[in-house]
């Protein structure tokens, strides 16, 4: 499909065109294309399934669609291990049904954003699997990271790296001839080898990888594991106490987050500001502190990158109002909008999280108390929703969903839960199906049940038994993104005015719009800063004054 075609085709719609920057306030709501809308029965997700569901996210008030990973795959990581990066996988349709889905998109003025994944391929790409059967000397090697093993006869990994998956970050190959030979890395499962950044036809790919989606006419990318790609030169061992998983997110390692990665950026950033409409660039980047994040957000890089120290916080006014402090004078110097995000695909679930104690980190395994959990999740939202900057929402919370956690063994598909070390390989419970209506084999998601099961009591918390009902978790949703995108002072901005407030509750103005969040089990007697324009939970006033209930956030008006 040829640019100009494109930009014909595919070009934003007249209100998409007059909201300039419209990304430094958005709501961009995440697909996970398995687990949405199932359109032939065969218990998977797929992009016809999305596409006869986006009247739907229109309605729900989101700006943008970005979607989970749908290229050719052998689906080792739930297709974060690319075979082919300018074809769609069979599982989920064509590049036919792509381009449908993105023309559907912009006639009802929503934006897609698609993943991109530089930092590894499939191996069962066609440069891996032509570097495997040509051998040691193969220019295709050095598009990898081969290296030869350690020890008297090459049997030790080259390195000390840990995958993120667990085990070591390095799989010694078996050679045309038969011998042991050289080893390949993968900062993830084996099945996803690592691309040498250094060699230039990586970065020729990619820029052509760019070109191909943005002439289909997305709107931009969501970038895996940004602060990955580039390696310390060398390779050097990391060497400490052998956990290195520990240090993950708290130190600048050899294989993430290298200064390296920003030449990249810089040079997509010229690609991307070529055509019309306001692409944008979105990066998954973990980092040790909000201020090495904000360096992917600089002016002549990325346009957001997402928020993790906030996503990992607990419900809790302090902890809160720090990180967001950090946050916005993080992004303030370069210019970029803060993100605020509560679920994704990689985490347990809000509302489940917020029904456990804190301290447990971003998997869990227990439901908790979930009627804590909800209260918590929807008062999280207001608060999310009321920061300046763009907001992130996970398929799904807008029903208030909670994790599954006690999905059988046999059924469970997250790599990282086989490998025995590593991520907590729980994520499969983050994945299930969204339910749709009250009844059917699978609840609305499709006529053929769900690739993981769905615990019966979903189908109360379906679209169908929430639409219209007054206090419901998806009418609360409904409600705070017409109001959001009504207010004049809420969406984009740099900072917040924080007003006196008891104890675990925080409070702040911006304009003529003020937020109050009750962190607290107990009820808080606050002013009534006027007009109520939304809470999530039922707030009462008598003579000035505002009764919040534990666990409530509320939105006033002095206007």
Known sequence: MSQQHSALASAPTPAQAKRGDWWRDAVIYQVYPRSFADSNGDGMGDLEGIRSRLPYLRDLGVDAVWLSPFYASPQADAGYDVADYRAVDPMFGNLLDADALIRDAHELSLRIIVDLVPNHSSDQHEWFKRALREGPGSPLRDRYHFRPGKGAHGELPPNDWESIFGGPAWTRVTEPDGTPGEWYLHLFAPEQPDFNWEHPAVGDEFRSILRFWLDMGVDGFRIDVAHGMVKAEGLPDIGGDGDQLKLLGNDVMPFFDQDGVHDIYRQWRLILDEYAGERIFVAEAWTPTVDRTANYVRPDELHQAFNFQYLGTHWDAEELRKVVDLTLEAMRPVGAPATWVLSNHDVTRHATRFANPPGLGTQIRTAGDRALGLRRARA??????????????????????????????????????????????????????????????????????????????????????????????????????????????????????????PEGVLAFRRGEFVCVANTTGESVTTPAYGRVLLASGEVAEVDGDAKVPADTTVWWTTA
Do not use: H, K, N
Not at 416 to 435: E, K, L, M, N, S
Not at 455 to 483: F, I, K, M, N
């Open 380 to 501: 999280a939202t207001l608060l999310m929703l009321a920061l300046p900057g763009s907001a992130y929402v996970y398929q799904g919370e807008e029903l208030g969903l909670p994790d599954v956690v006690d999905l059988p063994d046999e059924v469970r598909q997250d790599p990282a839960y086989f490998r025995g070390a590593g991520q907590d390989g729980f994520r499969d419970g983050c994945r299930v199906p969204i339910p749709w209506t009250r009844e059917g084999s699978s609840y609305g998601f499709g006529t053929g049940g769900s690739w993981l099961p769905q615990p019966a009591e979903w189908a109360d918390l379906s679209v169908e038994a929430q639409t219209g009902v007054a206090g419901s978790t998806l009418e609360l949703y409904r409600s705070a993104l017409a109001v959001r995108r009504a207010e004049p002072d809420l969406g984009a901005g740099d900072s917040v005015e924080w007003l006196r407030a």
